[in-house]
């Protein structure tokens, strides 16, 4: 069974850095791309980062780049996202998820954790 | 970036009635266009991806179409758990890769 398992988040103040992680297990974790997708409360789904799975290739959202930074460990079967100078607008519950082989959609999801830029 | 918009953004049915959502492309995405389903308090679930093909596990009652710019997510027969939030989603076609989401149609029952 494909398991997701996000861990990291927390109550940050605007300026400061948290790191995410996403424990992976059920399936051959070095053969996928992953993705990290946050959620506003409230709000639609946006998607943040992506990594291939040897790590050639990422991307980033335009609200995040130069600020986030994705990695992976694929000895550890470990998705990572590192995030510097928070902004109270990052507030969000941040989701790993794989991506099929098909052309870019998601076909697991982890359930998040939550992440609370403030003051 | 190619913007994502869904419509309705609420779609009030009843259990047994059929559910049409649309999502229409900035410019072409091919078929290359996901769908999803979110329930309060739960991650999104992949239903169909390249815009027709049923992700595992996903009832037969739920049925995708489209190319080009417009695209539809067919419920023949809505459950009373198919009242829920969905998205579509798409990858651009060339390096650096960008995937954009709408915004979302709220299914809620009638």
């Known amino acids: 069974e494909v398991q997701l398992v996000e861990s990291g988040g927390g109550l940050v103040k605007p300026g400061g850095s948290l790191r995410l992680s996403c424990a992976a297990s059920?399936?051959?974790?070095?053969?996928?791309?992953m993705n990290w997708v946050r959620q506003a409360p409230g709000k639609g789904l946006e998607w943040v980062s992506s990594i291939s799975s040897s790590s050639s290739y990422i991307y980033y959202a335009d609200s995040v780049k130069g600020r986030f930074t994705i990695s992976r460990d694929n000895a550890k079967n470990s998705l990572y996202l590192q995030m510097n100078s928070l902004r109270a607008e990052d507030t969000a519950v941040y989701y790993c998820?794989?991506?099929?082989?098909?052309?870019?959609?998601?076909?697991?999801w982890g359930q998040g954790t939550l992440v609370t830029v403030s003051s | 970036e190619i913007v994502l918009t869904q419509s309705p953004a609420t779609l009030s049915l009843s259990p047994g009635e059929r559910a049409t959502l649309s999502c229409r492309a900035s410019?072409?995405?091919?078929?290359?266009l996901a769908w999803y389903q979110q329930k309060p308090g739960q991650a999104p679930r992949l239903l169909i991806y390249?815009?027709?093909n049923r992700a595992t596990g996903i009832p037969a009652r739920f049925s995708g179409s489209g190319s080009g710019t417009d695209f539809t997510l067919t419920i023949s027969s809505l459950e009373p758990e198919d009242f829920a939030v969905y998205y579509c989603q798409q990858r651009s076609n060339w390096p650096p890769y960008m995937y954009s989401f709408g915004q979302g149609t709220k299914l809620e029952i009638k």
């Open positions: 998820a794989r991506e099929g082989y098909s052309y870019g959609e998601h076909d697991y």
């Open positions: 059920g399936f051959t974790f070095s053969s996928y791309s």
């Open positions: 410019q072409s995405v091919s078929s290359y």
């Open positions: 390249d815009a027709s």
